[in-house]
């Protein structure tokens, strides 16, 4: 496909600003960078040869089909998720563009299928194509297999922005994930892990507090890998994030706005004696006890997450992805991906490794 129009949703802020800029360095040279603010998405596109500002407000629909109108294909960083779901998927669909959602997980997929069946046209729409889910669901390919037990830890100390901590609130019940439980012979385990208090896993620069979490992308990815174990654990420097999550969850959904304004307070909090940081690591064990492990280190999810939905736009007009509707973690190569992670300055450092000591 030559020269085409890239619209940016969120262009300019944490997520999208990241995307507008890498898929310019991948040689996309027509981009639309959308918001709200003109002005600010006016500065970003005075960066960024090609780029081109249009404000726009995703909850007006006919402002956002004329955002879309003329794209062939559009990528979603604004937010909260898990409000505008599947919206942006459709107005894309509508005008015939592809689609890519650094956000937008299991609601938002299940949302387009109700509302169309998304295989018609032959476009693609990839969902969850961002740091947590995304790359969570998709370098732990590169590691694990059949019959593996895997054991994840994902987290540090980095900001909330106002808009994720509204879909961290939000992303409650079956459809996100199960605190306290695992995955163990093809299905979830309830009430199977405990907490586990001032640990430092491998990568991490300091002892974690590792609170059990299966996310619906994890067992998602324990089913399509046929693992025996899956053991996933989200990692915090303090209890101040939690006990904020705690208090929010115990409240009445109508507080929400004093509570993500609260979340975004406990990771400031968290970042007065540190520098932010963010880690994935992962360890897979196979049953004659080889282990393998990767890890990721980051300064920012949020950059990363826009480097992430840049790499999946870029492989979707590169026919690399299949048409209809898929979790990005499933479709994209995770060999393309830890190459193009490897080499961008926004990475810390990905390692991968292999040990078989012990093995007879």
Known sequence: MRDPLIAVLGGYGAVGATAVRRLAALGHRRLRVGGRSRDRAAALCAEV??????????????????????????????????????????????????????????????????????????????????????????????????????????????????????DILLAQGPDFGEPMASWRHGQVAPRTLAPRRRVQPTGFPEPVDAMPYLTAESARLAAHLGLAELRAHAAYPSDAIPTALALAWADDPRHLPEHAAALTAAASADLRDRTSYYVLAFQARTARGVVRSLTLRIGDPYHVSGLTAALAAHAVLADRSPPGAHFAADVLDPWQVMEALRGDPLVHSLDLTSSTAGIP
């Open 49 to 166: 040869p090609g780029a081109q500002p249009f404000p726009v407000d995703a909850e007006d629909p006919r402002a956002l089909r004329e955002f879309c109108v003329g794209s062939q294909l559009v990528v979603n960083c604004a937010g909260p998720s898990y409000r505008l779901l599947d919206t942006v998927a459709r107005a894309a669909r509508a005008v015939g563009a592809h689609y890519v959602d650094a956000a937008g997980d299991l609601p938002a997929h299940r949302a387009l299928l109700a509302h169309e069946n998304p295989d018609v046209g032959g476009h693609t729409a990839l969902f969850s194509a961002g740091v947590t889910p995304g790359l969570t669901g998709l370098l732990p390919r590169l590691i694990a297999g059949p019959g593996d037990r895997l054991d994840a830890y994902v987290g540090g100390a980095v900001r909330i922005t106002p808009a994720s901590a509204i």
